[in-house]
């Protein structure tokens, strides 16, 4: 019992612009009864060519004596044995399907065992086109005579669409001006930036978020109640401090709450300080008064006619108030 030829592949060998080949590579894979490869031997194979369906009219029928390699390969052009049936040239590919039946000899002779049928999925092109030899003023040799139903090219350029031998249609009525799935202008992503408290698209568009309690500053929660208020005046090196209603700003911590600094008797204080009559050597042999402050500051007195640090201020006194008639000074203070 012999069985079992295996279809590889079919294709064209070769493509003339001048004249299409009459004939086409086909190679299959050969098998005995118990599924062994036929190697390195002689093999008789029939080919034929049915249209319309696997048991179609046989309309080309050869027949081929072949020898297989060491794979179990044989390899022949179809249009080239041994003629039974029909003429390979009069086949027209055009008016399919047509289906390839296999039936093979594993001996070698006419003794044919058929094997399968398949489908020419692919219709042999380089003998399918031959018909474009007889194109002449669009007047086509193909299954019918009607030089209104034969195949043209299809150009875009732009939003015009035309045809070779036809019309154009003019498509941007439909099209949305966007390269994308659909046509419809009113579903394209835009971008959207955000001013203050204002919502933006880039087609055009905004939205006013004010009324909306979003909260704008970029901290780690979305509550506009909680958000620190910066006061309107401070000092340098002053910290903000909740005095129960609202952020302030004042001295650091173990800052003095007051100040007092000692002055010459009859002496102005500095603005925003009071003075306290004193007239009286309280530290040393000048009388002096004092001034006073609620206001945190610091005082430091230096020799009479030196500069004080940058961002402190200068209080003159030039009167050795603190160790008696020996050296004059001046004030320096800052205040929180």
């Keep these: 019992m012999r069985k079992n030829l295996l279809l590889i592949f079919v294709f064209v060998s070769s493509i003339s612009m001048a004249q299409s080949p009459e004939k086409f590579t086909y190679q299959c894979v050969i098998r005995d009864a ?7 031997s002689n093999v008789g194979i029939q080919i034929s060519i049915r249209r319309d369906s696997p048991s179609g009219p046989i309309i080309f029928q050869e027949q081929h004596n072949d020898s297989t390699n060491q794979n179990g390969l044989a390899a022949l052009e179809i249009g080239s044995g041994t003629v039974i049936i029909g003429t390979f040239s009069s086949i027209d590919w055009g008016n399919g399907p047509y289906f390839i039946e296999t039936s093979t000899d594993p001996l070698g002779g006419t003794n044919f065992t058929i094997t399968g049928v398949s489908q020419f999925l692919s219709v042999p092109y380089a003998l399918y086109s031959k018909t474009a030899e007889n194109v002449s003023n669009d007047q086509v040799d193909d299954a019918d005579n009607n030089p209104t139903n034969e195949i043209q090219d299809i150009a875009l350029n732009g939003a015009d669409l035309s045809i070779t031998n036809g019309s154009t249609i003019d498509l941007s009525v439909l099209q949305d001006g966007v390269n994308d799935a659909d046509s419809d202008p009113n579903n394209e992503i835009q971008s959207i930036s955000l001013s ?26 979305n509550d506009t109640t909680n958000e620190i208020e910066l006061p309107s005046n401070a000092n340098a090196g002053d910290l903000l401090q909740y005095d129960g209603n609202s952020w302030v700003s004042a001295p650091p911590m173990g800052s003095p709450a007051g100040a007092i600094m000692y002055i010459y008797d009859g002496q102005s204080c500095p603005s925003g300080w009071s003075t306290q009559q004193i007239n009286v050597a309280v530290l040393g042999g000048v009388p ?22 940058t961002g402190w201020s200068l209080q003159p006194i030039g009167a050795p108030v603190t160790n008696g008639n020996s050296t004059p000074v001046d004030a320096c203070y800052k205040c929180y």
């Design 34 to 40: 118990a599924e062994n490869l036929i190697q390195n």
């Design 288 to 309: 002096v008064d004092a001034c006073y402050t609620d206001t945190p500051c610091i005082v430091m007195y230096v020799y009479d006619g030196q500069t004080c640090p």
């Design 196 to 221: 203050n408290d204002t919502l933006y698209m880039s087609d055009g568009g905004q939205v006013f978020l004010g009324d909306y309690g979003i909260d704008l500053v970029d901290d780690a929660d």
